[in-house]
């Protein structure tokens, strides 16, 4: 017995020892002094002592032979490592090179430091973009009735248009120099949320110019010139951008377009230039319809070598007016009923001269860098945004109806099941409106997040689905009746265009949340892949040896940090937080050591073969991404002032992603390529089996109850969002009958109980609260209140119907 507590002390120092990420030295000599311990004073059979010793003498001298180890470990384990990297090519490296890596590094080293993420400021507002906020973007969207635009229109109108380009909203993201606003990403954020939350169309419009367009690829590569000619005219409206890369033959795939530039030379204004001839076919072109200029991705050839002995240039953008001959737009797709603007457009032998390009000649080639450079930012804003936005605007109208409509004479948000879908929406609201904040924060820090744009845009566009598709269920038939008292229906449609657009969700997991953030967020992969490249042989072998063995410490570190705490729950880790949080920072603590645990195990094991493992691939996003939110989440609740009323929201969010990260692990080594090492990580990451559950039921009543209810909690949750009290607006009249309602309730209580006690009574010929109000039960006053909650009641869930003719009139088919 006492042995075996000898034994089971030697792990458990082992485990320290690589927790603490001691050295290689300083390890094997704590573990060499243990064992003289053990050997002198442990009851331990002398055959098990010279085992033990034979061991760690076999593995310690080796490994601190600094010689002998890079001779006859390191350099086959080098010579491995470069055959089985997977062949990269070149738009997979300009994607790897990328952006900046920011708190997905820290999830990836396995332990996240919280203090640094509650030192990163919180994102506040200037006084001049709150202005812009409460001025004209909320004008903007009172001018906005999506049934107008969606239906009858097909646009947005003149007027609305006019107040687009007159008020800078193209320019948000344009520097004050060049005319724009010049506005923080937060702001950029806040604007596209608010717009988003009063129509999907509105959003789409202004967010395009402000995200992958021409102005983002101007300011960060055009020359000069091109800056000071067009970041004026786009920032006041006077040009319309739009973005072309999507082409019919490429679409995910959008590296390999077939869109061409050939290098030649041609007339231009009465001279012989060097140039380009463009040919091109593209689709799917957001404000395509009407820009005036547009931005063009297309591949460079240069057939005659007037540029030097390369055929092939590589992917390239330009700037092209579209009035130029040969070049055809104006038509426009039908995107699922939605009317901004978007089509197709093509080139047939539209000659440039070189400072079309953007950047100019010397940009030639570059072009999927300066895209992916650009997307890394756009991508942390608009689309979370407008998810966000719509997020929002299905927790105010959801939960206000939940409280205003009644069956079974009860208000529908009463019932549990209700409840569920209610907690749901107001919870993945939270969350959203966390993980939105936090990334557009690292925007305005100066990182351009690659990796995490790719997490925000597939999981707050997913979670906008799940929070809409909620939000129909709770309106039942008020959601399905199409007509201007529909403010949920055109959302509802066009949600797959925001799962769609930048990058396609099954492929941004499948292939590159962890694809892209394995190599680029890895504290060692890159590095060991860069030392590869040496050419210098000995040089590259020293260099890959420091950085293996640095790279092993990390990896039996977070083995035996996922390990220890999995055993302690998460005890053994000093976090910030309160008692109601700390609990949530150390489990956090821990899946991410078994994150890393996981990561390393995955890519020794599979290698390159990893790409086309995409659900294995997939599920390690999810572990990340789901770690990330809930890092946003944390941090959200804490720079709001961890206030008490927010705890349900946390909990709801956080315990929803902490069992949703166990439950990606589980399955990831339920399919694990190797059934032994999945073993084998099953005993590290769970040693005492799956413990987290998801939100309890009490969690989600009282998240019901607070989105049912006026009050600070439901300001907080809804904030940013298009808010109106006016009856005549589609959801204004949701929020002020909500008021009403609230107020109404006691005094209709009352009245049951008096009906109920016989002490008031009254037959089908009698108006009732005419009658309470002349029996005393309820005072005149009080009577009319209930009578306008009640014709408020009947208004919102009123739903439109139409004649045959208007039917028939209805142009929502184009032909
Ligand atoms: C309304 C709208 C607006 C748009 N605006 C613009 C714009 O302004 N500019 C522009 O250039 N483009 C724009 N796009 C194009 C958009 O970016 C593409 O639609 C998108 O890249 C997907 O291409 P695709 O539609 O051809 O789908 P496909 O590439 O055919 O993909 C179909 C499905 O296969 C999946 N898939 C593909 N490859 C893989 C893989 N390796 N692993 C796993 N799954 C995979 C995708 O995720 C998707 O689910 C817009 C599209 C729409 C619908």
């Known amino acids: 017995m006492l042995t075996l507590l000898w034994l089971l002390g030697l792990i458990f120092c082992v485990a320290i020892l690589a927790w603490v990420r001691s050295g290689l030295l300083n390890g094997c000599l704590a573990v060499g002094a243990y064992l003289l311990l053990m050997s002198l004073l442990g009851p331990a059979h002398w055959l098990i002592n010279t085992l033990l010793w034979a061991l760690f003498l076999g593995i310690a001298i080796p490994l601190n032979l600094t010689n002998w180890r890079q001779r006859s470990i390191t350099t086959p384990i080098f010579h491995w490592f470069k055959k089985v990297l997977p062949p ?210 297309f591949r460079v050839y240069d057939p005659d070598g007037l540029l030097g002995d390369e055929h092939d240039l590589g992917i390239t953008l330009a700037l092209i007016p579209t009035d130029m001959e040969g070049v055809a737009i104006g038509r426009r797709h039908f995107p699922l009923n939605a009317a901004f603007m978007n089509g197709p ?67 529908i948000g009463e019932f549990e099941g209700v409840q569920e879908a209610l907690a749901r929406i107001g919870g993945n609201t939270y969350v959203m409106d966390a993980a939105r ?61 925001s799962i769609t657009v930048e990058g396609a969700n099954i492929l941004t997991r499948s292939l590159m949340i962890f694809g892209q953030g394995a190599i680029r967020c890895h504290p060692y992969v890159l590095q060991e892949m860069q030392a590869t490249q040496d050419p210098d042989q000995q040089r590259a072998i020293e260099r890959f040896d420091s950085l293996l063995l640095a790279h092993i410490g990390h990896a039996l570190g977070n083995a035996a940090g996922s390990l220890l705490l999995g055993l302690s729950c998460g005890a053994l880790i000093k976090t910030p937080g309160n008692a109601d949080t700390r609990g949530y920072y150390q489990q956090l603590s821990r899946l991410s050591a078994a994150f890393a645990t996981l990561t390393d195990t995955t890519m020794l094991l599979l290698g390159g073969e990893l790409k ?101 909690t439901r300001d907080r949750l809804l904030a940013g969002c298009y808010h109106s009290d006016d009856p005549e607006d589609v959801t204004g009249l949701l929020n002020s009958t909500l008021k009403q309602v609230v107020l109404a309730e006691p005094i209709e209580l009352r009245l049951h109980k008096a009906l109920r006690s016989s002490e008031l009574q009254h037959d089908s010929n009698t108006d009732l609260l005419s009658v309470a109000a002349q029996s005393g039960v309820i005072t005149p006053e009080e009577a009319q209140k209930v009578r306008e909650a009640r014709q408020a009641r009947s208004a919102v869930i009123a739903v439109d119907d139409f004649s045959k003719e208007e039917m028939r009139k209805r142009p929502t088919n184009p032909s």
């Not at 396995?110 to 004209?136: C, I, M, V």
């Not at 949320?193 to 202004?206: N, W, Y």
């Not at 997490?455 to 007509?483: F, P, S, W």
């Open 88 to 297: 990269i090519s070149q738009t997979e490296q300009e994607a790897l090179d990328a952006g900046t890596v920011w708190w997905d590094g820290d999830i990836f080293s396995g332990r996240p430091d919280w203090n640094k993420l509650h030192s990163y400021p919180a994102p506040k507002l200037t006084s001049e973009e709150q202005e812009f906020l409460d001025g004209p973007t909320e004008e903007l969207c009172r001018m906005t009735h999506e049934w107008e635009l969606t239906t009858h229109l097909q646009d947005l109108p003149e007027v609305v248009w006019d107040f687009i380009k007159t008020q800078g909203f193209f320019g948000l993201i344009i520097p004050q120099e060049y005319g724009g606003k010049g506005f923080s990403a937060y702001a950029h954020s806040q604007i596209a949320m608010k717009l988003a939350s009063r129509s999907g169309d509105l959003g789409s419009t202004v967010m395009v110019p402000n995200s992958l367009g021409p102005a983002e690829l101007l300011m960060q590569y055009g020359t000069q010139e091109q800056k000071q000619h067009y970041l004026p005219r786009l920032a006041s409206g006077q040009e319309i951008p739009c973005f072309a890369l999507t082409a019919p033959e490429a679409g995910s795939d959008a590296g390999s377009m077939t869109d061409s530039g050939i290098i030649c030379r041609g007339q231009w204004q009465g001279e012989e230039v060097l140039g380009l001839r463009l040919n091109w076919e593209k689709r799917y072109i957001t404000l395509g319809p009407v820009a005036t200029l547009l931005g063009l991705a």
């Open 345 to 411: 457009n093509s080139g047939k032998d539209v000659f440039v001269p070189m400072d079309y390009l953007i950047g100019g000649q010397d940009m030639i080639g570059h072009g999927w860098k300066m895209l992916m450079n650009c997307l890394s930012v756009g991508r942390s804003i608009s689309l979370p945004a407008g998810s966000t936005g719509a997020a929002k605007m299905a927790s105010m109208t959801t939960g206000a109806y939940a409280r205003i409509r009644q069956q079974f004479n009860l208000p």
């Open 437 to 497: 904040t936090m990334t557009a924060g690292a925007v305005d820090l100066g990182e351009k997040p690659a990796v995490l744009s790719g997490v925000v845009k597939y999981h707050l566009t997913e979670r906008m689905r799940q929070c809409i598709n909620d939000a129909m269920d709770v309106h039942g038939g008020k959601g399905i009746c199409m007509g201007p008292k529909n403010y949920l229906g055109r959302g509802y449609q066009s949600v797959p265009i």
């Open 612 to 712: 086309r493992r995409e659900r294995l691939s997939a599920r390690l996003g999810d572990a990340l991404s789901f770690i990330y939110l809930a890092s946003a989440t944390l941090k959200h609740y804490h720079d709001q002032g961890e206030l008490a009323e927010d705890l349900p929201l946390l909990r709801w969010g956080v315990e929803d992603l902490l069992a949703k990260t166990e439950q990606a692990m589980h399955e990831i080594l339920l399919n694990f390529p190797n059934r032994a090492a999945g073993i084998a990580l099953r005993v590290i990451i769970f040693p005492l089996g799956r413990r987290l559950t998801p939100p309890s039921d009490h969690t989600s009543t009282v998240i019901a109850r607070h989105m049912m209810t006026p009050g600070a």
